[in-house]
């Protein structure tokens, strides 16, 4: 169960539903299944935007599920120091803990339903892990890493951290109240979420009871993507089916309409779901390992001056990652 709940939904103030009379609806154009693989030290994921192409995608890039997964003591796992130019990362954990440090002074505990929005810009160096208590512990591992493209004009600009608490996302509820839905960045129906993002975009965890349908206004001008995290259901008025770890992406239009599973007999239960959506940014994109470019000579570029240190500096006091035996590994430079 996500973090973030309330115990009574109705108690939130309702997303007005767009008159079917005068709103374009979004039709589903593909649906894909997201493949599993390991990231990092050997955390598990699926790849959600796989055989997606860039250009249904923008402003996203990449996005990948962590987990869900329940670890035994010793288990958890996370990423080395590593570089990033470019785009802008966001981490945001349904459940569990991830410990964030980077050479521009940002850092600290991402969990229950927090969010850290990293800005490379220019260039930065990070580490996500596990705290060592929970190396220790074992525990719920759920969350989200999402990449976001900067246009070219801003991937230059320095770099920035900016942390959102579970609290301080927007909580809404469906206008029937079959649905709770966070904000975590962008607008959606007049109510703002509190991330701050270069690239104009709206960023939904949507939690859908069983049988329940949400119907939500969505900006003409953005693209729209819902990837379920768990649960059955569907999308579109075509009703097309979706399941844990697909995503569908929506055609032309500005609302769109989600759908939870209700079959009689069945394991139906909440379907959860990423709703996100951001305005192209019509550039080329060059992407090679932790860099996101417009060409392959600023990869190259991005790729010499991080071995010349000029992405940034492991601070003195960095935070390294927790093996099962407790001992910190410092990169090797």
Same mark, same amino acid.
């Given at each position: 169960?996500?973090?973030?709940?309330?115990?009574?939904?109705?108690?939130?103030?309702?997303?007005?539903?767009?008159?079917?009379?005068?709103?374009?609806? $979004?039709?589903?154009? +593909?649906?894909?299944?997201?493949?599993?693989?390991?990231?990092?030290? =050997?955390?598990? %994921?699926?790849?959600?935007?796989?055989?997606?192409?860039? $250009?249904?995608?923008?402003?996203?890039?990449?996005?990948?599920?962590?987990?869900?997964?329940?670890?035994?003591?010793?288990?958890?796992?996370? !990423?080395?120091?590593?570089?990033?130019?470019?785009?802008?990362?966001? +981490?945001?954990?349904?459940?569990?803990?991830?410990?964030?440090?980077?050479? &521009?002074?940002?850092?600290?505990?991402?969990?229950?339903?927090?969010?850290?929005?990293?800005?490379?810009?220019?260039?930065?160096?990070?580490?996500?892990?596990?705290?060592?208590?929970?190396?220790?512990?074992?525990?719920?591992? &759920?969350?989200?890493?999402?990449?976001?493209?900067?246009?070219?004009?801003?991937?230059?600009?320095?770099?920035?951290?900016?942390?959102?608490?579970?609290?301080?996302?927007?909580?809404?509820?469906?206008?029937?109240?079959?649905?709770?839905? $966070?904000?975590?960045?962008?607008?959606?129906?007049?109510?703002?979420?509190?991330?701050?993002?270069? +690239?104009?975009? !709206?960023?939904?965890?949507? +939690?859908?009871?069983?049988?329940?349908?949400?119907?939500?206004?969505?900006?003409?001008?953005?693209?729209?993507? %819902?990837?379920?995290?768990?649960?059955?259901?569907?999308?579109?008025?075509?009703?097309?089916?979706?399941?844990?770890?697909?995503?569908? %992406?929506?055609?032309?239009?500005?609302?769109?309409? %989600?759908?939870?599973?209700?079959?009689? =007999?069945?394991?139906?239960?909440?379907?959860?779901?990423?709703?996100?959506?951001?305005?192209?940014?019509?550039?080329?994109?060059?992407?090679?390992?932790?860099?996101?470019?417009?060409?392959?000579?600023?990869?190259?570029?991005?790729?010499?001056?991080?071995?010349?240190?000029?992405?940034?500096?492991?601070?003195?006091?960095?935070?390294?990652?927790?093996?099962?035996?407790?001992?910190?590994?410092?990169?090797?430079?």
């Amino acid at each position: 169960m996500p973090a973030v709940t309330v115990d009574n939904v109705l108690d939130l103030p309702r997303i007005a539903e767009p008159d079917p009379q005068v709103a374009a609806q $979004r039709r589903v154009t +593909t649906v894909t299944s997201a493949p599993s693989g390991f990231e990092g030290e =050997g955390f598990p %994921v699926y790849r959600a935007f796989a055989g997606v192409p860039t $250009r249904s995608l923008d402003p996203f890039v990449h996005m990948d599920q962590m987990g869900q997964v329940d670890y035994a003591p010793g288990e958890p796992k996370g !990423t080395p120091w590593h570089p990033h130019r470019g785009f802008e990362t966001v +981490t945001y954990m349904i459940d569990g803990l991830f410990q964030h440090q980077d050479s &521009h002074g940002g850092g600290g505990l991402i969990t229950d339903g927090a969010t850290q929005w990293m800005t490379a810009g220019s260039g930065i160096l990070h580490i996500e892990t596990p705290p060592e208590a929970l190396v220790v512990s074992g525990g719920l591992f &759920h969350g989200i890493q999402l990449w976001v493209n900067l246009p070219r004009a801003s991937k230059w600009n320095p770099p920035k951290y900016q942390s959102i608490e579970g609290p301080e996302v927007t909580l809404l509820s469906s206008a029937d109240g079959g649905a709770l839905v $966070r904000v975590i960045a962008g607008d959606l129906g007049g109510h703002a979420g509190p991330g701050s993002t270069f +690239t104009p975009i !709206t960023l939904v965890h949507a +939690t859908i009871a069983a049988g329940a349908r949400l119907l939500l206004p969505w900006r003409p001008d953005f693209n729209a993507l %819902v990837y379920a995290l768990a649960g059955h259901g569907s999308v579109g008025t075509e009703g097309r089916p979706l399941a844990a770890h697909q995503l569908a %992406v929506l055609g032309a239009g500005d609302a769109l309409t %989600v759908t939870a599973s209700s079959r009689p =007999g069945s394991d139906a239960a909440d379907l959860d779901v990423l709703i996100l959506g951001g305005e192209p940014i019509r550039e080329p994109v060059f992407q090679y390992g932790p860099f996101v470019m417009n060409t392959k000579a600023e990869i190259i570029q991005a790729m010499e001056d991080y071995e010349a240190g000029r992405l940034g500096v492991i601070p003195d006091d960095a935070i390294m990652p927790h093996t099962a035996r407790g001992a910190d590994r410092r990169p090797e430079r």
